[in-house]
């Protein structure tokens, strides 16, 4: 593996990270602050919305860099 190879990945796991600690965070002021189920509905679609965005972003990526 390749210094490039390994700090590309390195970087895609911290942003995974980073990501699962914004929903860990956004969980909480959600159950604390009471609510509503449409308004939770949306933070979790828009939190959904950009994982998928960044998931399509490495897919293209390696796609297109193959």
């Given at each position: 593996?390749?210094?490039?190879?390994?700090?590309?990945?390195?970087?895609?796991?911290?942003?995974s990270g980073l990501f699962l600690l914004i929903g860990l965070a956004i969980r909480d002021v959600?159950?604390?602050?009471?609510?509503?189920?449409?308004?939770?509905?949306?933070?979790?679609?828009?939190?959904?919305?950009?994982?998928?965005?960044?998931?399509?972003?490495?897919?293209?990526?390696?796609?297109?860099?193959?």
């Amino acid at each position: 593996m390749t210094f490039e190879q390994f700090e590309t990945l390195s970087f895609y796991f911290a942003l995974s990270g980073l990501f699962l600690l914004i929903g860990l965070a956004i969980r909480d002021v959600l159950k604390t602050g009471d609510v509503p189920l449409f308004g939770r509905i949306m933070v979790w679609g828009v939190l959904f919305l950009g994982c998928a965005g960044f998931l399509a972003k490495g897919l293209i990526q390696v796609f297109f860099s193959s």
